[in-house]
């Protein structure tokens, strides 16, 4: 299903900021391609899925680390400051026997080595976001793992077709497709504005 480029972008200006930076332009543009490039056609999928990068990236719209760090070691520190102040129940961002840590990556937060292990076999990659879970700072790859993540519930059990079928759309519980009901509401907001930008 093809998106009218000019027009998302003519209604994104009036619904949301009126400039863009290429950066947004580019994450926008490989959602958009990828979506085109899909078999589904609810536009109320996209609307979300566009709504939660948006949130996600804090409206970057480009893959980005835990708490926007520069580097690895500035989000290891963000995620173990929670979990010091007793924020969060686990230090997920503890680095694991291979060095590695696996704190939120990406256009929607992927986090514990677990799920880079599904994620990354899930796409065909192996063992790749596992071994090098700096991949998921990549564009394409992101984009892959945020739709699948999304359509096929493998964020938390909850997918699109769960909230938005012929018979409902929930733009408010939705948010349990990525992490209960945190900002639920703002992100509700936003996907109803993207759906007009995409209408």
Known sequence: MTIDRKTFYD????????????QQVDGYSAILDYWEASEISDLRWLAYVLATAYHETG??????REGFCKTDEGSIQAVTKLYTKGIIKHNYA????????????G?????????????????GMGSQLYDNP????????????????????LFTGQSLE?????????????R???NG???ASAIADYAQRFKACLA
């Open 11 to 22: 209604t994104f200006r009036t619904q949301f900021h009126p400039t863009l930076t290429q």
């Open 59 to 64: 409206q970057l719209i480009a893959p980005v």
């Open 94 to 105: 503890k680095p694991e026997a291979n060095g590695n840590s696996y704190f939120g990556r």
């Open 107 to 123: 256009l929607v937060q992927l986090t514990w080595a677990d799920n880079y292990k599904k994620m990354g076999q899930t796409l």
């Open 134 to 153: 700096a991949l998921l700072l990549d564009l394409g790859i992101s984009v892959k793992v945020l739709f699948k993540g999304m359509i096929d519930g």
């Open 162 to 174: 769960d909230y938005f079928n012929a018979t409902k759309t929930d733009w408010m519980q939705a």
């Open 176 to 178: 349990k497709i990525v």
């Open 181 to 183: 009901m945190d900002k």
